[in-house]
Nanobody, 119 residues
Framework: VQLVESGGGLVQAGGSLRLSCAAS????????MGWYRQAPGKQRELVAS????????NYADSVKDRFTISRDNAKNTMYLQMNSLKPEDTAVYYC?????????????WGQGTQVTVSS
């Protein structure tokens, strides 16, 4: 199983970035997908999540109306469109995949991509 994030980088405050998470080795359309982030010295936090079918997106209050999560099950890829970025959005962003099986739960993580927002 591989989850590979891309699209991170350095951007000025007010700018935009689009993160991608390409999945392989799983039946992508079965998994609830999510974006998490971890800033230095802080705990990892949920940024946004989306159900297996792409509906019912869920956002952290801090990113509502600025970030949009989406997925393309045909391409086994999830996205995070980040607009109006703020310095406090600086963090390593991780994608996650979760599936509740009959006998066990499955959870996978990507390696992370750095997002740095300068003021």
């Amino acid at each position: 199983v591989q989850l590979v994030e891309s699209g991170g980088g350095l951007v000025q405050a007010g700018g935009s970035l689009r993160l991608s998470c390409a999945a392989s080795g799983i039946i992508f359309s079965r998994y609830v997908m999510g974006w998490y982030r971890q800033a230095p010295g802080k705990q990892r936090e949920l940024v946004a999540s989306v159900t297996s079918g792409g509906g019912s997106p869920n956002y952290a209050d801090s990113v509502k109306d600025r970030f949009t999560i989406s997925r393309d099950n045909a391409k086994n890829t999830m996205y995070l469109q980040m607009n109006s970025l703020k310095p406090e959005d600086t963090a390593v962003y991780y994608c996650s995949a979760r599936y509740r099986g009959v006998l066990r739960d499955y959870e996978y993580w990507g390696q992370g991509t750095q997002v740095t927002v300068s003021s």
